[in-house]
């Protein structure tokens, strides 16, 4: 059964059109595709953002967008400055970054903030593709993006893998001396590694481990800060409220 | 064969394979990442949370690349993006908009553009966000990202008759909060 038997189209007003519209065209940036690919050890190829979406036949997105009413909603909303009700403030997300860098455990432990995700638009040396036609932020999200390293390629994932879990088997253990040399050697063959968060985690839990827990609330309570959306939560609340 | 010819063979195997994973990994991505963060964006996290909740997904993918049926990709990954989203819009934040969103430049177009179609997707968020996650998520797919009843079906794996139904309801809903908004605007006008 077609879907124009299924679901009978209807013509969507100007403000409907356009606000279909406004977030079909929604992208991420190029710097968020460049880091998703380094985490994942593929190459940076060719980042150009792919084509958007298709409206489907019958869909609300393809009727105006046929008639080119598109031009007209947007102007709607451009005479109605400020009438989306009272434009509150924003709570601006602290920039993540999926590998903080963390000295080796003999210096003073702290979790510095990841200085790449501060700064606006890091150059993405690796990168020809022209910039994302994403509005707004994408630019300014640089995170752990960036220049491509050296040496990283299609085993190191496997490899960082190898590592965390080894790490991870170590804290298991009990075995917090093992974990954190296992951790050492982590952040110095990845220093932007795909499992930066995993690695930070397993090192506070180390550090707890190893029963200096003042240190490890305080990197926790840091950790949550930096990462208040992580799949850790959980495990970062329990150490950072000792 | 000897030992090290077994090996060498081995190695040999072992390396073609890491590489046919590493092809399906990009092909994954190439292929479905925009869409698993345009899907992140419309069930409710900021810019920021779909993008590290992107990057998360994938990554799963990538631990489980074995696991995954060839031809499956897009269902795991939007399995995947469902659980991770549904798990983090339960800690998140509370988003709300930036008093200052009219200065920001852009090089995209006219700033009032930016403004507008920023003021839009924050509108479409608040919208969305009043529906139900059943509605919503159909509603996404085949209304934003243009797919038939049959491939929504599909990958929300409910009958194609379900998901019809779904979008009946969430157009309607959809249409009915629009329409409120239109009003309160124009009795904005009448009163300014």
């Given at each position: 059964?077609?879907?124009?038997k ?5 013509e969507p ?27 994942l050890?593929?190459p940076s190829?060719s ?5 958007a979406?298709?409206a489907a ?5 393809t ?5 080119g ?20 403030s ?5 920039s993540?970054?999926?590998?903080a ?23 993405v040396?690796?990168?020809k ?15 752990s ?10 085993g190191?994932l496997s490899e960082q ?10 804290v298991?253990t ?12 982590y952040?110095q063959r990845?220093?932007?590694?795909a ?5 930070s ?5 180390a550090?707890?481990l190893?029963?200096d827990h ?6 926790a ?7 208040p959306?992580s ?12 | 064969m ?10 040999s195997?072992?390396r073609?394979?890491?590489?046919a ?6 092909r ?6 925009d ?10 996290l ?11 997904v ?16 897009r269902?795991?990954?939007f399995?995947?993006?469902l ?26 177009g006219r ?5 507008d ?9 608040r919208?969305l ?10 509603f ?17 794996d ?6 019809a ?14 329409a ?7 009795a ?5």
């Amino acid at each position: 059964m077609s879907d124009l038997k299924l679901v009978p189209p209807h013509e969507p007003t100007e403000l409907e059109q356009c606000l279909l519209e406004a977030v079909a065209k929604e992208a991420p940036s190029a710097a968020q595709r460049l880091r998703v690919r380094q985490a994942l050890g593929l190459p940076s190829g060719s980042i150009a953002p792919p084509p958007a979406p298709v409206a489907a036949p019958g869909g609300m997105l393809t009727k105006l967008a046929a008639a080119g009413l598109a031009a007209g909603a947007l102007a709607l909303l451009l005479v109605l400055p400020g009438r989306l009700g009272k434009a509150p403030s924003r709570v601006v997300e602290p920039s993540v970054s999926a590998a903080a860098p963390m000295p080796a455990p003999s210096a003073p432990l702290l979790l510095e903030p990841p200085v790449v995700a501060e700064k606006a638009a890091a150059p993405v040396a690796a990168s020809k593709a022209p910039a994302s036609p994403s509005v707004k932020k994408g630019a300014a999200r640089v995170t752990s993006g960036g220049a491509e390293q050296p040496g990283v390629g299609r085993g190191d994932l496997s490899e960082q893998l190898r590592l965390i879990e080894s790490a991870r088997a170590a804290v298991a253990t009990r075995n917090a001396d093992g974990a954190l040399a296992t951790l050492s050697t982590y952040r110095q063959r990845f220093p932007r590694g795909a499992f930066g968060q995993e690695a930070s985690v397993l090192q506070i839990q180390a550090i707890d481990l190893q029963g200096d827990h003042a240190r490890a609330a305080a990197q926790a309570r840091t950790f949550l800060a930096r990462h208040p959306n992580s799949p850790h939560v959980g495990v970062m609340q329990r150490i950072a409220g000792r | 064969m000897s030992a090290t010819l077994e090996l060498v063979v081995s190695n040999s195997t072992q390396r073609i394979r890491a590489e046919a994973s590493m092809d399906r990994l990009e092909r994954m991505f190439n292929e479905h990442h925009d869409f698993i963060w345009r899907l992140l964006r419309r069930l409710g996290l900021s810019s920021g949370s779909a993008d590290d909740a992107a990057q998360h997904v994938f990554l799963v993918a990538a631990e489980r690349l074995d696991d995954i049926r060839a031809g499956s990709e897009r269902s795991f990954l939007f399995g995947t993006a469902l659980r991770i989203a549904r798990s983090q819009s339960r800690n998140a934040r509370r988003w709300v908009l930036e008093e200052d969103m009219d200065v920001r430049r852009s090089d995209a177009g006219r700033p009032e553009e930016l403004v507008d179609q920023q003021r839009a997707i924050a509108l479409m968020g608040r919208i969305l966000a009043g529906m139900a996650l059943d509605l919503r998520t159909v509603f996404v797919l085949s209304e934003i990202e243009g797919m038939t009843m049959p491939e929504v079906a599909a990958l929300v794996d409910i009958p194609v008759g379900t998901a019809a139904s779904r979008l009946r309801r969430a157009r309607e809903a959809f249409r009915a909060e629009v329409a409120r908004v239109e009003v309160q605007w124009k009795a904005g006008i009448k009163t300014s």
